[in-house]
Each structure stands twice: as C-alpha cells, then as structure tokens.
C-alpha cells in the first residue's frame, strides 16, 4: 500500500482482541495473511453462510481493489466431523462422498454470489501429515498429552504459563460447561478420568467403529476439530503472529480461543493472530436461522428471485460486525431500490455522453459544474473517510447514493451545459466503488450504460 498524505485517515478495524477500532498494520507490507474459517459441509449453504463469506469477500475485495493491499488468503474446508459422519452413517454412504458433494454445492453458491476463490483452500482430510506433526510440536512443548488413544490439550498447564492466557477473545466462557461439551462433538465418548480437567479438549480422537480414522503413534483416530485450522494456517503460512484470522462470532468461544492457544503452544509464542474479525449473527424475522424452527433459507432458494448483486447490497448496507435480521418480507426492497438506483444512474449517463457532441460543445464551466466537482471530491474523502472506518460500507453506500442524486439534478440542464469530461470522472468513481465492493466487474459497464 503506497504511502498517505499527512492527515488522511489510516484504516481501523473492529479487532475482537480489543473490542476497539485497532489500526491495521501488517507484518509484511508486501503479503498480507489471512486465514477465513470455511464451512463444515455436511448440509446445503444457507444465508447464514451467504452472510459470512459475502461480507469477508467484500473486505477483501475493498482492502486490495481500494487500499492496494496484496493478500493471501487462505480457507479451510472441514471435510471430516461427526456431521459428516453421522449424515454418513444415516444415509449409508461414504463420509467422503457427503462432504465433496456439499462442498461442490458450496463452491457453486460462491460462484453464484460473485464470491471469489481463496488463494489457498485446504481440505482437512489432505492435511493429516501436518495436523499430526502439528499435535506432536504441542506435546513436545509439555502443552498436550496422550491418553486412552486420544490427545489433549491442557489447558491448565497453558493457561497457569507466564507467557500464556487462555481464552483471550471470551475469557468469560472457560468455565461454560455446555459450550465445551457441544463442541467436543456428539460422537466423542471421553472415559472417566480420561481427561486432566474438565477444559480440557481433544487434538486427536480415538478411532471408533465405523468412523474414519488414520494412523499415528497414538494409534488409529482423527483430528479434533480445533487443530485442524492451526495445522493447516502453519502449513501454509508458515509462520507467527499472522495478520487477520476470520470468521462468525458463533465462533469465538471455544473454537477460535482454542485454536489460538494451540497455535501459541506449538510456536512457544504469546501472539498468533494480530487481528481477529468476527462476522456479526443473522436472525430470519428475529430469530436464529433453524431448521426445526422452519426458517432455513438456502442460498439456492434466496438466487430464485434475487440477483447476486442484490444479496451484496443486502449486506452492504448492514456493518459486517453487527447482527443483522433478515426479514422475508423487507430485507430485499432497500436493497433491490439501491441497485436499481445506481443501474439506472449508469444508463442515464450513458445516454447522455452518447448525444452530447464534445467537440461543439463550450467547455467553459458555469457555477454547476464547480458545484458537482466539489460534490464529487467530498464524495471522493467521505467514502475513504468511511471505509477506513472499519469499512463502514453503509455509509459509504450512501455517499455515493447522495452523489448520483446531485449529478441526476446536474444532468437536468440542457445538453451544451452539460460537462461530459466532468460526467465520466463521477460516474468512473461510482462505478469503481462499487466494482471494489463487488457489485460489478469490470465487463459490466457497457451493459450498464448500453454501449
């Protein structure tokens, strides 16, 4: 990112660390890194999912379209857990066939919603060699150890280390009984005794019947949950503290916690993640997305009767951070109004360059055309103003709805007033706006403006 005039503003970003508007900083100027939890795929996408890796796409679509950042991003899948395997067992097929199956469909609602490819997507079931190498460095460092079969995580013995903290994002769960238990996992069957402490969670599980496993100096099991993202941000990042870690706020306690402190434990560090980006919950008419409450909507169903641009202005007009209710019956105008506003805008310009003849027109400017050049410069500073401010994309939104309102007004005058060099600087920075959130590409504008 090339370097800022004194006095503009410097981009902050909502660090779940903090719970404060942190200052981005990156390790490495020339390579930012970033890990993004993936689905589980077991089930149809739905727009709980929509919500979460639309949101991160336009972060990032912003950070290196707007901000001129170079980042490597990286997204696990989580081809194994107990509901693959239970969706397995029920169905009686092959875990590896449920979870290539939902993970085609996911991929195709990423397409589908102009979601662009991770630089790197990992499978867990192709990280085995590393998730292993990985627990091992833990055990190594007196930080795990091996029982019954399966390995765990001490979390005392972490927690008690002057150079470690346990839970650093919610410290106000460690004790959340329910919270633990439910994401050890349905299927886990811990022996009495066969854990130090309650807290304690599992790197590797003993292989059950049915289940499937791999081999290793424990003997045959899988992974826990949690230590498939560390093992497979170090296989590829290979290194610590990483730049942003991302994904739903559902998320924080334990999986994300636990996934720091393995992560910290294997490196012998006290930072593995400098920035932690939780995306805010959706509610369907106030209530959590349910499939025994009936209001499970799948990204599929939503694309039926929207458009992809309009699911994206849907969660640009909302903070990425906050939840956001998702009502059946309102959700889609505000947004269906703002596209039709800005596609509108284009063909109205369009139209006009193509019937204003430049080369017999005065270019001398008149009090108007100062007045939208100075619109469009306030437009320029409020939308950097905006997104700098923890990409405050409602906002910004809104800049440039208030623009396209004061240069309609502009192109009421008669042609021979009307600047076209001035027309093509406003429309060229709506539009490149709105490409950087992922609205359009590039290849869009002439549709738009029928040429």
């Not at 979460?52 to 696990?76: A, H, P, S």
């Not at 930072?271 to 959706?282: A, D, E, R, Y």
């Not at 349910?290 to 909507?297: A, D, E, R, T, Y």
């Amino acid at each position: 990112m090339t370097q800022t005039a004194a006095g503009t503003p410097k981009l902050k970003v909502l660090n779940s660390f903090t719970d404060q508007k942190d200052e981005f900083i990156p390790e490495d100027p020339e390579e930012i890194s970033w890990y993004v939890c993936g689905p589980t795929v077991y089930d149809e996408s739905h727009m709980g999912h929509a919500r979460n890796y639309v949101q991160w796409d336009i972060i990032k679509r912003i950070m290196t379209e707007y901000f001129g950042y170079n980042i490597k991003l990286c997204m696990n899948i989580t081809d194994i857990d107990d509901k693959i395997i239970n969706k397995a067992i029920k169905d009686g097929g092959e875990f590896t066939d449920i979870s290539r199956h939902y993970e085609t469909r996911f991929l195709e609602d990423c397409k589908a919603l102009n979601i662009g490819l991770p630089d790197v997507i990992t499978r867990v079931s192709e990280y085995m060699p590393e998730i292993i190498e990985f627990i091992e460095e833990i055990i190594k460092n007196g930080y795990a150890y091996e029982s019954n079969g399966s390995v765990y995580f001490n979390v005392k013995k972490f927690d008690e280390s002057p150079n470690h903290k346990y839970a650093k994002l919610e410290p106000s769960s460690v004790n959340d009984a329910e919270k633990i238990m439910a994401e050890e996992g349905v299927l886990t069957d811990v022996k009495e005794n066969e854990k130090k402490n309650q807290r304690d969670f599992a790197l590797w599980k003993k292989a059950k019947d049915g289940e499937p496993s791999w081999d290793s100096k424990w003997g045959k099991g899988r992974p826990g949950w949690h230590i498939e993202c560390s093992a497979m941000a170090e296989a590829i990042f290979k290194k610590a503290p990483l730049d942003i870690h991302s994904g739903g706020i559902d998320l924080r306690f334990p999986h994300h916690d636990n996934e720091i402190a393995q992560s910290e434990a294997y490196h012998n560090c006290d930072c593995w993640i400098n920035n932690f980006w939780h995306c805010g919950h959706l509610h369907i008419n106030g209530k959590k997305m349910s499939k025994s409450l009936k209001n499970f909507i799948s990204i599929k169903d939503v694309l039926k009767e929207n458009t992809s641009s309009q699911v994206r202005f849907v969660f640009l007009l909302h903070n990425w951070n906050t939840v956001m209710n998702y009502d059946t019956e309102k959700t889609f105008k505000e947004a269906n109004a703002k596209e039709k506003q800005f596609k509108e805008f284009f063909r109205l310009v369009g139209a006009k360059i193509r019937e204003i003849d430049i080369k017999t027109q005065n270019q001398r400017w008149v009090e108007k055309d100062y007045e939208l050049s100075e619109t469009l410069l306030k437009s320029k500073t409020a939308v950097k103003v905006h997104l700098c401010d923890s990409f405050n994309t409602p906002k910004a939104v809104n800049v440039l709805s208030d623009l396209v309102i004061a240069t309609n007004s502009y192109l009421t005058q008669k042609n021979e007033v009307i600047k076209v060099p001035l027309l093509r600087q406003v429309s060229k920075f709506v539009f490149q706006t709105l490409r950087a959130f992922g609205v359009y590409e590039d290849d869009d504008l002439p549709s738009l403006t029928g040429g």
